[in-house]
């Protein structure tokens, strides 16, 4: 959504309004600017002024217009998600404030700003983040496994889905798409032939966990964003997804997300949770993250086409091709 001088004007407005529920010494903000990140959301930064001449910034997360409801677990149920993903060792921001309908700004939350790089193609190249990728695969296992120590029956609202499910979901959507690809029906036919048994122990999925929503500093992962595709489901599924080749920015020889390799991040990940991990489950969800990217991806032409012509949705349409020629690579493999 393009940014208008109204739209700047009324949130700021707002923001000054509960400054002092985000700091008590607060008196005001400052420096407020619309951020480019956030393909679903209103991502706004700004800082908070104090009597002492202090002033910190924050991040605004706020649903599209304030009031716009999107796909995903609800902004509100997704600052929760982040403070329990703090009880157990995952690095997040700080959340400092939930909306209410008072604050007359709608629906979103306010946490606090992290330092740190999210592009992906950045992470993978740039010379200051050299150090942080040496070890960043062996991180992401260990957060991940953090990550699903979070109670799952805490959030009850959450959806879940046993593996098959998902292939059938996933065999929906691109059913719903007009161009038929018999690479998609090839890789739905091998997922549906090889799923997994349900987990014995539905874990809390973050559902974005990728190179791109990871906040990354020198000193290596600094917070886990976008919490909005959280589920309930099987573990494996984030492993899966951070190896998807699209989350590699051209680094395709490392499978974890550009920056890592697959060995490092199930170390990380069975150090932790003190379990060994099924090697053949794990390359499933590889396929599996890849198909739903592709579905993702094919069902970009139809938006593209209707109500979200924007250069962004072009791009992901034609990369569908490209999940095709992954799809081949990992069946075979």
Request: net charge negative; with cysteine; aromatic share 6%.
């Amino acid at each position: 959504m393009a940014l208008t001088e109204s739209t700047g004007v009324t949130v700021e407005a707002g923001l000054h309004r509960i400054a002092e529920k985000i700091d008590r010494a607060a008196t005001g903000v400052s420096g407020l600017e619309r951020l480019s990140g956030g393909a679903t959301q209103e991502i706004w930064r700004f800082d908070i002024e104090t009597s002492g001449g202090k002033s910190d910034s924050y991040i605004l997360r706020r649903a599209p217009g304030g009031t716009r409801v999107t796909q995903g677990t609800g902004l509100e149920l997704e600052a929760e998600l982040m403070e329990a993903a703090a009880q157990v060792g995952v690095p997040v921001a700080e959340v400092a404030h939930v909306l209410t309908p008072a604050d007359g700004l709608g629906r979103g939350f306010v946490m606090r700003f992290v330092e740190g790089e999210t592009l992906g193609g950045r992470i993978v190249k740039s010379d200051h983040l050299r150090a942080a990728r040496q070890t960043l695969a062996f991180e992401c296992g260990e957060t991940l496994a953090r990550l699903h120590q979070i109670p799952a029956a805490d959030f009850p609202a959450l959806t879940r889905a046993a593996p098959a499910e998902l292939v059938e979901k996933q065999r929906l959507a691109y059913r719903g798409t007009s161009i038929r690809r018999p690479v998609f029906d090839l890789a739905l036919r091998w997922l549906a032939d090889n799923a997994p048994p349900p987990p014995a122990r539905p874990a809390l999925v973050h559902g974005d966990f990728r190179n791109g929503n990871l906040m990354i500093g020198p000193d290596g992962l600094r917070a886990v964003l976008d919490w909005e595709l959280a589920h309930v489901g099987d573990p494996l599924e984030d492993l899966g997804w951070i190896c998807v080749n699209s989350w590699r920015f051209g680094r395709i020889e490392l499978p974890v997300g550009g920056f890592g390799m697959l060995e490092d991040l199930l170390s990380g990940y069975e150090r932790v949770s003190r379990t060994r991990l099924d090697r053949a489950a794990v390359h499933w969800w590889q396929v599996y993250g890849t198909i739903r990217w592709g579905t993702i991806c094919a069902s970009s032409i139809a938006a593209f086409r209707g109500e979200d012509a924007t250069m962004e949705r072009a791009m992901i349409a034609r990369r569908t091709s490209e999940t095709e020629i992954d799809l081949l690579r990992l069946i075979a493999s």
